[in-house]
């Protein structure tokens, strides 16, 4: 109905990897398909953000399945999973202590909570994908109550205190029109759409 919260992911690897860029974990995994893994749940963002990696980067890299993204990221840092494209607030700031190797941000552009890393857009032309979150209304509420809403959703994005959280997060707010809301929403859809067709994936 009206703006979005977008949150990108983190590609991010365990210390012990010996890859250091998104361009050497796309030389490593093409001459060594299957021979890198990732862990994340069966479903969601996580999981869908790797095999958009996979299909677009033309690689393989191996998902691994978990019950909860948290247990993955333990595994991560442990050493016992090798990679992670998990949503930033979940790993950022372990990339900032250096418990882990962060590689890029998901989206087409640097994210100014991690200014240093670079973005995979840098790497692999169009690759977009991050965690977004909007507001949406029953199909049949009057226009006028839509537009309010609207107005004060808009409104409320803009709060400063609140962009200075988000943006520590990685994050960032997108205030625009019901219209704009929903051209997105068909265009994530359109997207996804197809990674789940690529990837094989299956409801439970």
């Not at 442990?78 to 890029?104: C, H, N, W």
């Given at each position: 109905?009206?703006?979005?919260?977008?949150?990108?992911?983190?590609?991010?690897?365990?210390?012990?990897?010996?890859?250091?860029?998104?361009?050497?974990?796309?030389?490593?995994?093409?001459?060594?398909?299957?021979?890198?893994?990732?862990?994340?749940?069966?479903?969601?963002?996580?999981?869908?953000?790797?095999?958009?990696?996979?299909?677009?980067?033309?690689?393989?890299?191996?998902?691994?399945?978990?019950?909860?993204?948290?247990?993955?990221?333990?595994?991560?840092?442990?050493?016992?999973?090798?990679?992670?494209?998990?949503?930033?607030?979940?790993?950022?700031?372990?990339?900032?202590?250096?418990?882990?190797?962060?590689?890029?941000?998901?989206?087409?552009?640097?994210?100014?909570?991690?200014?240093?890393?670079?973005?995979?857009?840098?790497?692999?032309?169009?690759?977009?994908?991050?965690?977004?979150?909007?507001?949406?209304?029953?199909?049949?509420?009057?226009?006028?109550?839509?537009?309010?809403?609207?107005?004060?959703?808009?409104?409320?994005?803009?709060?400063?205190?609140?962009?200075?959280?988000?943006?520590g997060l990685g994050g960032t707010v997108a205030p625009g029109t019901p219209t704009e809301?929903?051209?997105?929403?068909?265009?994530e859809t359109e997207k996804w759409a197809k990674v789940v067709k690529f990837a094989g994936?299956?409801?439970?």
């Amino acid at each position: 109905m009206a703006s979005t919260i977008r949150l990108p992911n983190l590609i991010a690897v365990n210390r012990s990897v010996p890859i250091n860029s998104i361009a050497q974990l796309i030389t490593y995994a093409k001459a060594n398909p299957r021979r890198l893994n990732f862990g994340a749940p069966t479903g969601g963002t996580v999981l869908l953000t790797g095999m958009l990696f996979n299909m677009m980067a033309g690689v393989d890299i191996v998902h691994v399945p978990y019950s909860n993204q948290m247990q993955a990221v333990t595994d991560l840092i442990a050493g016992r999973v090798q990679i992670s494209f998990d949503a930033m607030p979940t790993t950022i700031e372990y990339a900032r202590a250096g418990k882990l190797r962060a590689l890029a941000v998901t989206t087409a552009t640097r994210s100014p909570a991690l200014p240093d890393v670079p973005s995979v857009g840098e790497f692999v032309p169009g690759y977009d994908a991050s965690s977004w979150h909007g507001v949406c209304a029953p199909r049949n509420t009057p226009a006028e109550i839509i537009d309010r809403l609207n107005k004060e959703i808009n409104a409320a994005l803009v709060d400063p205190t609140l962009k200075e959280q988000l943006a520590g997060l990685g994050g960032t707010v997108a205030p625009g029109t019901p219209t704009e809301f929903g051209r997105f929403v068909a265009q994530e859809t359109e997207k996804w759409a197809k990674v789940v067709k690529f990837a094989g994936l299956k409801p439970d």
